[in-house]
């Protein structure tokens, strides 16, 4: 491929991106107060669902406990905080980072041993674990929860540059952290490491046939996924300063893959798309003004979509063009 | 611990063992034979419990006899509904990727719970046992043991006894084994791949129901129930190996004991333990510790 028609794909791909992001740093503007937090929890919601991404559509790993990663960091973000004061953004984020990770760490090295189904039943059960430790133990709080008093500020001297107390800080805060992760993701789909693990989702046995270890690859994938899991806790916990073991049961990461693949597996942007579809539906499908008293069962049409997406469009909202292109051409035979 | 409730202790975990036993073999041969990875098994269970609530008082009115008039019903409806969403859902799942069979079986979750709230409502519920069976009996000086635990011990050794025979002395049984070891291989040998598919989707799904219905007059009727005793089956086919029955039997054994034993001695760290257990078998034998095929 000659190198403009790279730079000139690279614009056309570029350009809603751009797009999207002006319209969500604008959002603040017109948006009312209930629209803006549910928009920074749907942000927060498509972090989490990029951070899985990387082990779902990159590496071909379907993990069914990565809210285990999410809701470790939370804790850890609400279990460090002190009561009374402020903690700094500059120690608490890495930390509840680096905690999610190393539990990463931990399950991925056990977990990795296994494949296909037992992988996706041993990475639920060690969620489930994961929400013993916190509904069973006492130092934090049963089923209860946490409570996190005071949000953290970045203060540099006697200067604050960020109090994540304010609504609009810690909207763009979140947005900021969706872009950072969302370059993060791509620039490591382009990069060696990158194409290591399209090679382990591609044929895993071809890979090791050719001299490659990947066990070492899958497991930075999955403690690079569960860190990234723990930015999204990180800021779930700070926005609504509680957790409690719900984040981490099993329906959260049953919720995050559904998300997936809604927005279609295999790309950022579906993982994207995925999370706003999902929010969109849940806050229908709960809404009175549409459902009247049936509105709390709002699972039982949630669970019928989900079983008509992944029939009928099993390659999520980004594929659907694709999809109906491929179902109107006739198609040629094969060969 | 003395030795009477160190025997009861070994009851109850028998008893829990053997109860695990009878779900998660059902998963084991739905995963081993007809590949699919099933969430909504633990979803048979909650209708089976909540089946023996709904149907003993009605049996008892009909036929008289009550609860196990109810068991007697609940199975054949079981059969029948789990021969009827192998051929209406679970058939369409065959050809799909483990990521779309776990979404989609999800989904029949939310769906099976949300059934169940607006026909059933979200309260728990107790189930009385059959009265000749409700009494207790007398272990050593001090201690009883409630019959009914006893009796549903032994029901639980005959289902999978009983299992045994089917899976090694019948011509079904060999259809399964060599089902479980090579789907592929069985399907040219001309056994009809599909028949037998929806004849081991309806038993599981007839194991699992069965097991919610003697389950209801000792752990009461709840929502959700169906999810805890799912995802501890899970560790039970991963300890015992994805496809082996004995696997299962002795995996849930063992998940019994540490969960009863562990409740009693580290309290604290209950709910952990048996994922504790299954990381160390992992460590040492990812695959299970019997794989068939």
């Given at each position: 491929m000659p190198a403009d028609a790279v730079t000139t794909s690279l614009a056309a791909r570029a350009t809603p991106l751009l797009a999207a992001v002006a319209l969500l740093a604008i959002f603040p503007f017109v948006g009312g107060k209930f629209y803006i937090d549910l928009m920074v929890t749907t942000m927060i919601l498509a972090i989490f669902a990029l951070s899985l991404e990387l082990l779902v559509g990159r590496t071909g790993l379907v993990s069914f406990g990565h809210a285990a990663f999410f809701g470790i960091a939370a804790y850890a973000t609400a279990l460090l905080s002190p009561q009374a004061s402020a903690p700094s953004l500059a120690w608490l984020l890495p930390a509840a980072v680096v905690i999610s990770a190393l539990a990463a760490l931990g399950i991925g090295a056990l977990s990795l041993r296994t494949r296909g189904i037992y992988f996706i039943m041993v990475t639920l059960a060690f969620a489930q674990m994961a929400y013993f430790v916190f509904h069973d133990m006492a130092f934090a709080g049963g089923s209860d929860g946490r409570y996190l008093y005071v949000k953290p500020v970045l203060a540099l001297g006697p200067y604050t540059?960020?109090?994540?107390?304010r609504p609009l800080t810690f909207y763009y805060s979140t947005l900021a952290a969706m872009v950072a992760v969302y370059a993060l993701l791509a620039m490591l789909g382009r990069s060696r490491f990158g194409h290591a693990l399209a090679g382990i989702k591609a044929n895993e046995q071809r890979m090791r046939a050719a001299g490659f270890s990947t066990y070492p690859y899958k497991l930075a994938a999955f403690v690079l996924a569960g860190a990234l899991a723990g930015v999204a806790g990180f800021l779930y916990a700070v926005k609504d300063g509680f957790v409690n073991p719900e984040i981490l049961a099993w329906h959260q990461s049953g919720t995050v893959l559904l998300m997936l693949i809604l927005g279609g597996i295999g790309s950022l942007r579906g993982a994207v798309l995925g999370a706003f579809l999902f929010v969109v539906l849940k806050e229908l499908f709960q809404s009175e003004a549409v459902f009247?008293?049936?509105?709390?069962?709002w699972q039982l049409p949630l669970g019928l979509t989900i079983i008509a997406c992944v029939a009928l469009m099993p390659n999520g909202v980004t594929g659907l063009p694709a999809q109906l292109r491929r179902s109107r051409v006739p198609v040629p035979h094969a060969g | 611990m003395d030795f009477a409730v160190f025997l009861v202790q070994c009851l109850n975990a028998l008893q829990y063992g053997l109860l695990l036993f009878l779900v998660a073999s059902g998963l084991t041969l739905i995963f081993g034979i007809l590949g699919v990875i099933n969430l909504a098994h633990g979803s048979f269970y909650m209708i089976g419990a909540y089946l023996a609530y709904a149907l003993a008082p009605w049996a008892a009115e009909q036929f008289g006899g009550g609860f196990f008039t109810a068991i007697a019903i609940g199975i054949v409806l079981s059969v029948v509904f789990g021969y009827l969403l192998e051929w209406g859902f679970?058939?369409?799942?065959?050809?799909?990727?483990h990521l779309q069979q776990v979404l989609m079986t999800y989904g029949l979750i939310l769906v099976f719970e949300e059934l169940r709230s607006i026909l059933v409502g979200d309260d728990v519920h107790g189930v009385a046992p059959p009265a000749w069976l409700a009494g207790s009996v007398q272990l050593g000086s001090v201690m009883t043991y409630p019959t009914y635990r006893l009796f549903m011990s032994g029901v639980c050794v005959l289902v999978a006894l009983g299992l045994y025979l089917v899976i090694s002395r019948t011509r079904i049984g060999m259809a399964i084994r060599a089902g479980a070891s090579n789907r592929e291989m069985v399907q040219s040998l001309g056994v009809d791949i599909r028949l037998l598919y929806r004849i081991v989707f309806a038993a599981g799904v007839a194991l699992a129901v069965f097991a919610g219905m003697i389950a209801a007059p000792v752990s009461s009727v709840y929502p959700g129930m169906g999810n805890q005793v799912l995802i501890i089956s899970f560790v039970v086919v991963v300890i015992g190996g994805i496809g082996s029955v004995r696997g299962a039997l002795l995996a849930s054994l063992l998940v019994g004991l540490v969960d009863t034993f562990g409740k009693v001695l580290i309290p604290q760290t209950a709910g952990i333990l048996v994922y504790v257990l299954m990381a160390a078998i992992l460590l040492w034998r990812p695959e299970g510790l019997f794989r068939a095929g």
């Open positions: 540059l960020l109090d994540l107390d009247g008293s049936f509105a709390k069962h | 679970v058939s369409y799942l065959y050809q799909r990727e």
